[in-house]
């Protein structure tokens, strides 16, 4: 059974930035297209970035756009979400998941922005 493991998440002040890393166990993870979602309290899940398995194509939700970004290493089975600019607004738990076979959820990455 494929697990997925987020990590990378903490504290940042508004500005920030922050690197999360999900690694995937299985290789049929290379031929999934993966997102990254977020739950903030109180509110539903919402995916926020996806990218096809060879990474050629990528998608984001309109209040990330130009400055999130999704990227993945097959060979590592790792996807990542690079998040720059950060504000408060994006403080949430973060998880990966894949969208072409949804696998069991992770334990999600923590992500505070705040000063």
């Known amino acids: 059974q494929v697990q997925l493991v987020e990590s990378g998440g903490g504290l940042v002040q508004p500005g920030g930035s922050l690197r999360l890393s999900c690694a995937a166990s299985?290789?049929?993870?290379?031929?999934?297209?993966m997102g990254w979602y977020r739950q903030a309290p109180g509110k539903q899940r919402e995916l926020v970035a996806s990218i096809t398995s060879g990474g050629g194509t990528t998608n984001y939700a309109d209040s990330v756009k130009g400055r999130f970004t999704i990227s993945r290493d097959n060979a590592k089975n790792t996807v990542y979400l690079q998040m720059n600019s950060l504000k408060p607004e994006d403080t949430a738990v973060y998880y990966c998941n894949s969208l072409t076979l949804p696998l069991p959820w992770g334990q999600g990455t923590q992500v505070t922005v705040s000063s």
């Open positions: 299985g290789s049929i993870f290379r031929f999934h297209v």
